[in-house]
């Protein structure tokens, strides 16, 4: 069946770092490809998304592009900042698994000033 | 006005109760989905409704019963309450039979078995 895999964490940076999040995965048909983000006592809400190959989705500094052929979706931006400190999950829905949206197992990140 | 609100977000209470957590979302969204998510933080799918119909039911112990009343709400009732219980529960809604919908969630109810 579908499946997310994603870095295990913790991963602890400094301030100003760049940061990778490597998030591969495993699907039938052409998933769309999410990255949520879960703030300290909070829900999941939704970073950024791609549906279709060699799409970019983008949303405060981050970056993720559908790589179709390496079947990945990694998590990157240039420059983190404390407020960043959050876990992140990938996650995928398509039709083949009636679009429930398949979750990796989620990357806690620290960044200390 | 908050998307998807669940209550309580603190729950406590002894081995052997029964206690429910209450949804609402107010997105006009056809799907709700119960989840949980362990110390580790990670999160699995228990139950999904979509039209108030269940279409997803994993493999959770009988003692979890979720009611949809309607499109609106979906609540979930925990019988017998065990320590393993212990996690944090969301709520989520979604438009379904997409695949690039976004879901929504809930801000959490800590369930603390003692």
């Known amino acids: 069946g579908d499946s997310v895999t994603q870095m295990e964490g913790p991963v602890t940076l400094s301030e100003e770092a760049f940061l990778t999040i490597n998030c591969t995965y495993t699907?039938?048909?052409?998933?769309?490809l999410f990255w949520y983000v879960q703030y300290p006592g909070e829900g999941l809400q939704l970073l950024l998304k791609?549906?279709?190959a060699d799409d970019k989705g983008s949303n405060k500094g981050f970056e993720a592009t559908y790589r179709k052929e390496t079947t990945s979706f990694h998590l990157e931006k240039g420059s983190v900042q404390v407020s960043d400190s959050a876990v992140y999950f990938c996650?995928?829905?398509?039709?083949?698994?009636?679009?429930?949206?398949?979750w990796g197992a989620g990357t806690k990140l620290i960044i200390k000033p | 006005d908050t998307a998807v609100s669940q209550t309580p977000k603190y729950l406590v209470t002894q081995m052997g109760n029964d206690k429910s957590i209450k949804c609402e979302q107010n997105?006009?969204?056809?799907?709700m989905y119960w989840y949980k998510q362990d110390s580790k933080k990670f999160l699995k799918i228990m139950f999904s409704?979509?039209?108030?119909?269940?279409?997803i039911n994993e493999t959770v112990p009988n003692r979890f019963s979720p009611k949809s009343p309607d499109k609106a709400h979906l609540n979930l009732h925990i019988n017998s309450l065990e320590l393993g219980d212990s996690a944090v529960y969301f709520c989520?809604?979604?438009?379904?039979?997409?695949?690039?919908?976004?879901?929504?969630f809930g801000q959490g109810t800590r369930l603390t078995v003692v």
């Open positions: 989520a809604s979604s438009q379904g039979g997409h695949a690039n919908t976004e879901a929504f």
């Open positions: 997105l006009g969204h056809d799907t």
């Open positions: 409704y979509n039209n108030k119909e269940l279409i």
């Open positions: 699907a039938t048909g052409y998933p769309s």
């Open positions: 791609a549906t279709k």
């Open positions: 996650a995928l829905s398509a039709r083949d698994s009636n679009y429930q949206l398949i």
